[in-house]
């Protein structure tokens, strides 16, 4: 079955890194992807990364993979008061098109 | 490019009567996704339209359903409503790759 684990919440200051953490069940994934959702709006797919992948970094975010263990970092370098907002962790199988999310990590960055 | 606009972005209804919700996807995207987000639920899987067809939907009663346009806009529609629908509804396109949904800002939905 699916299931996509995340800690509800993450609070760091401004200027340091953050990391939040993701766990899957599904052995099957063949992608998986962080969103960001801000107050009132609606998800921003921020990176995505494939199965087959350990690591993927663009930016200030950097993707990490553990396949053995299905678990998924994101961390954000250099975190500023403007990354505050719920992060989720999403997967995509071969059983369909459609992506499990997981229940969302709500960042927040004190100044 | 025109993101994926959803409308209304608010509705207030009351408690039994029908909402219905739209969705026009990104130029060029076939396949359609709601999602209920509820306060404290998540984002939960609702429906997936692709080439007009519903090709699979979620754990939610037949009260919720919609279709496809063919020009792959899309309709959510929720009858009987009851105070637990109030949620946030999301609804996203995609291609038939790899990359990833885009999603709409949503429709707020209440019930009272």
């Known amino acids: ?111 | 490019e025109a993101g994926v606009t959803q409308s209304p972005t608010h509705l207030i209804k009351t408690r039994g009567q029908q909402a219905t919700l739209r969705c026009s996807p990104i130029s060029g995207h076939t396949s359609v996704y709601w999602y209920q987000q509820a306060l404290g639920l998540g984002l939960q899987f609702l429906l997936w339209y692709d080439e007009g067809e519903e090709r699979n939907r979620g754990n939610f009663p037949p009260r919720f359903s919609g279709r496809q346009f063919p020009n792959y806009s899309s309709e959510l529609n929720v009858n009987a409503l009851e105070l637990e629908d109030s949620a946030l509804y999301l609804c996203a396109s995609s291609l038939a790759s790899d990359y990833g949904y885009t999603f709409g800002s949503g429709t707020r939905l209440t019930v009272v």
């Not at chain 1, 063949?30 to 199965?51: C, D, N």
């Not at chain 1, 990490?64 to 954000?76: A, C, E, F, Q, T």
């Open chain 1, 1 to 111: 079955g699916e299931d996509v684990e995340q800690s509800l919440f993450l609070s760091v200051r401004e200027g340091d890194s953050s990391v939040i953490n993701c766990t899957y069940t599904d052995s099957s994934s063949t992608y998986l992807y962080w969103y960001k959702q801000e107050p009132g709006a609606g998800l921003q797919l921020l990176t995505y990364i494939f199965s087959n992948m350990d690591m993927k970094q663009d930016q200030r975010l950097t993707v990490l993979l553990n396949k053995k263990d299905k678990h998924l970092s994101l961390r954000i370098a250099d975190t500023q008061t403007g990354d505050s907002a719920i992060y989720f962790c999403a997967e995509r199988t071969h059983a369909g098109n459609m992506l499990t999310f997981g229940g969302g990590t709500r960042l927040m960055v004190k100044p």
